[in-house]
């Protein structure tokens, strides 16, 4: 145990992984407490008491990508924005290197890994900033109500389109990003979903 100890490096800090796994369990508060496939479930329970999980687990969406932009300039070397965000050519070139399972390994994200990750959290943006919009114009609740508090159905409607494309594409690039994940940890032989835990990888 010790040996394989001193083979490991810590490259996610603390505060990256706890970002990480509390968005996923926020993303998938919000994204099963709303939306049409879950119209049953929400027939069954408290409308209120969904509607009051969405607004809060979107609060906590909003607070957590504030935190990731900061991190991504202040935090340590893996956490910072200049360690994995490439250039489109880059991005591609790596991408031709999976495919041909010639990828070389990278200890933080790799270039294709980098570019998702800006994809997510710029989806993310769009959907909170979105969700409190419409919460304002429809609700005439939340920090905008007093902007918005007017709105005529036609706008919020195209506000709750918005909304809901981006929480969409939003779940679509979760599952590349877990596919990302697999295949890049059957590449490489390491559990890159145990290292977003330990914050660990061989070295």
Same mark, same amino acid.
């Given at each position: ?21 509390? &968005? ?19 027939? #069954? &329970? ?14 906590? +969406?909003?607070? &957590? ?27 591609? #070139?790596? !991408?031709?290197?999976?495919?041909? &399972? ?78 990302? !994940? +697999? ?21």
């Amino acid at each position: 145990m010790t040996d394989r100890n001193a083979d490991e490096i810590t490259v996610w800090d603390p505060l990256v992984r706890l970002f990480h796994w509390t &968005l996923v369990i926020a993303f998938t508060l919000a994204y099963l407490s709303q939306g049409e496939p879950f119209e049953e479930l929400q027939d #069954r &329970l408290d409308g209120e008491w969904l509607q009051a999980i969405h607004v809060w687990a979107g609060y906590t +969406i909003a607070g &957590l990508l504030l935190f990731r932009l900061f991190w991504g300039f202040a935090g340590p070397c893996h956490a910072r924005f200049a360690d994995f965000v490439r250039g489109p050519r880059a991005t591609l #070139r790596y !991408v031709r290197e999976v495919l041909t &399972l010639r990828a070389p390994r990278y200890l933080g994200h790799n270039p294709a890994g980098g570019a998702m990750i800006v994809t997510l959290l710029l989806s993310l943006t769009v959907t909170a900033v979105a969700g409190l919009v419409l919460y304002g114009a429809d609700k005439g609740l939340g920090p905008l109500a007093g902007l918005l508090a007017d709105s005529g159905e036609a706008t919020i409607h195209s506000i709750e389109e918005v909304h809901e494309f981006f929480a969409n594409l939003t779940l679509l690039l979760v599952v590349g990003h877990l596919v990302g !994940v +697999i295949w890049e940890s059957l590449l490489h032989r390491e559990n890159l979903a145990h290292a977003m835990i330990t914050g660990r990888k061989r070295a």
